[in-house]
């Protein structure tokens, strides 16, 4: 069952459960909130307190390939659009970078715009890139994607203003940290699981089975193959982020420097999600 300590541990912060409190009134008697009432205080919370980073929990390879080899640049990355007292934190662009692999798609539909072949994207606080291709293993997977930069395109120069329709983030493939990352989610299927509970057992099933049928297999996820910015490389238990266009998480008490360990607080909301179930 979810706890006070448990959703400290995955990051809930103090302010964002007594927000949730007092949006649902104080009162004697048993009472059904809806899960996304909480979810909002702590969207809400972190909005305002978390840093910007990037990670990559999917990776693919991203190869630049008009970009010289052995080259590199430090970037800025704010740390808080929200906060402008929060400062920023610099980024290390390479010509091998990790990407998201839900961020290329090799035969498009219309409203995708993130990398596939022929179109451009920006890739957060860096360049505006055209993808120019990819290269698959035996079994069709996606092995690597290919794209050439677009030069004068970073924030502040001269082709800065260049349209384009999608922003990806990504972090450097020679200067990221490896880390595991703990997907969690809802534990129950089922909006009111106690309602249910009785329902089943009523209807004869076993205690253990009703609870088993009502639990969320996808209630916790462990990826372990994930890759992080240094930036985080010296991060403390319980430090709160959003890795951007992902979802807010937090350190874990276990994580260490050797084996970096983050838990998601909540998701962000997932436009592209709504889109696809439509198509």
């Not at 103090?14 to 649902?24: H, L, N």
């Not at 400062?87 to 596939?116: N, Q």
């Not at 260490?256 to 983050?262: A, E, G, K, N, R």
Request: proline fraction near 5%; aromatic fraction near 8%; charged fraction near 35%.
């Amino acid at each position: 069952m979810p706890t006070i300590c448990g959703y400290r541990r995955r990051g809930y912060t103090p302010e964002s459960i007594r927000m949730f409190v007092d949006r649902i009134g104080y009162t004697k008697f048993d009472a059904l909130n809806d899960m996304a009432l909480m979810e909002s205080a702590i969207r809400e919370d972190l909005n305002r307190r978390a840093t910007r980073v990037s990670a990559v929990i999917n990776p693919v390879k991203l190869i630049v390939t008009n970009y010289p080899e052995g080259k590199t640049e430090e970037l800025e990355a704010i740390n808080n659009p929200e906060d402008p007292e929060a400062g920023s934190h610099m980024i290390t662009f390479s010509r091998e970078l990790w990407i998201e692999r839900e961020d290329f798609m090799e035969d498009a539909p219309a409203k995708y715009f993130r990398l596939s072949q022929g179109r451009e994207v920006r890739l957060k606080s860096a360049y505006i890139v055209l993808c120019t291709g990819c290269k698959k293993a035996d079994d069709g997977t996606i092995e690597e994607v290919y794209c050439e930069y677009i030069p004068n395109t970073k924030t502040g120069e001269s082709d800065s203003g260049r349209k384009v329709k999608g922003t990806i983030h990504w972090v450097s493939a020679a200067h990221a940290v490896k880390a595991e990352v703990r997907l969690y989610d809802r534990l129950w299927k089922v909006e009111n699981p106690r309602d249910e509970l009785a329902r089943l057992r009523e209807e004869g099933m076993d205690p253990i089975d009703a609870l088993k049928q009502m639990k969320n297999p996808d209630s916790l996820e462990i990826r372990e193959n994930c890759y992080v910015e240094q930036f985080l490389a010296d991060t403390k238990p319980l430090d709160h982020f959003q890795f951007q266009r992902i979802g807010y998480f937090c350190t874990d008490k276990d994580s260490t420097p050797d084996h970096l360990i983050f838990n998601r607080t909540v998701s962000l909301k997932d436009t592209w999600s709504k889109v696809k179930d439509k198509a």
